[in-house]
């Protein structure tokens, strides 16, 4: 599944001409929107979402969270790409692929594609993006997130940590990868409950998530996923998909757990549960 620096990468691909589609759609207008699975749009028919799409300017894209954000002349359209979703900006002649979800055709003669293998993914048509926004919780990369706020965050939980921080509602864009990799940077057992940390703990924790979302932005995010492509981040992997592999920080050998259903992979001799 794309995670913050995934979607981050994505976001900006498609809203700067050196990004990796090669092509903006800021500032283009939609010209023709086809919803060719009907479930893909979440709060609406295809038939009214290809209507109200129609038309209407892309001024600006962003992301929150896992999100993309298109902000237009009236409404703002939601992505989520879920575990399998995808994007591509390609010519309007170009041929349709069996798992495409939807098509926006642009007048620059582009069109911007959604496929999604799975069928997870969802589109979202609103007046107010806080409408299926507002309930994420704050962005890691947000400089008003301190240190000390983190901690009361952290303190008001009695969670694990791993599950907590994949929580969107605590915290918005972590998942699987970039977890596991805080968490090691870190030197923080996954299986640590949120409210026994202390401030200075705390505080690594945050300044280690930011430093791997910023080195995963910065490299593109990682091609691991057998959707997402481009990045090479997993050339910079500390302990995920690393199972029997030395740990670059002491050698011991990384190993896999189990945390709230997911897979995780730790260093058991620098991040030993207290």
């Not at 979607?7 to 759609?25: K, M, N």
Request: negative net charge; proline residues 4%; hydrophobic residues 35%.
């Amino acid at each position: 599944m794309p995670e913050l620096p995934e979607v981050e990468t994505i976001v900006r691909g498609l809203r700067e001409e050196q990004g990796i589609y090669h092509a903006s759609i800021t500032g283009c207008r939609i010209t023709r929107a086809e919803v060719l699975w009907e479930r893909t749009v979440a709060n609406m028919n295809s038939e009214s979402f290809q209507k109200q799409i129609h038309g209407q300017l892309v001024n600006s894209i962003s992301r929150r969270g896992k999100f993309l954000v298109f902000s237009m002349e009236r409404d703002a359209m939601l992505i989520h790409l879920r575990m399998s979703g995808d994007i591509r900006v390609e010519e309007t002649v170009t041929d349709t692929q069996t798992h495409d979800r939807m098509i926006l055709e642009f007048e620059n003669g582009l069109r911007m594609v959604f496929n999604d293998t799975r069928k997870f993914g969802r589109v979202w048509l609103v007046s107010d993006p806080k409408e299926v926004l507002g309930v994420l919780g704050p962005e890691p990369l947000d400089k008003n997130l301190t240190g000390e706020e983190f901690h009361r965050m952290l303190s008001e939980r009695s969670r694990q940590l791993k599950p907590l921080l994949m929580d969107q509602h605590f915290l918005a864009g972590l998942g699987n990868i970039y977890t596991d990799e805080a968490l090691h940077l870190a030197q923080i057992h996954p299986l640590t409950q949120s409210d026994t940390l202390t401030l200075e703990e705390s505080s690594r924790l945050l300044r280690a998530i930011r430093a791997v979302l910023s080195e995963g932005i910065r490299r593109n995010g990682a091609s691991i996923d057998w959707v997402y492509r481009g990045g090479d981040f997993q050339n910079q992997l500390r302990a995920y998909g690393r199972e029997g592999e030395p740990c670059p920080v002491c050698g011991e050998e990384i190993i896999r757990l189990v945390v709230g259903q997911r897979g995780t992979h730790i260093c058991p001799d620098c991040q030993q549960l207290k």
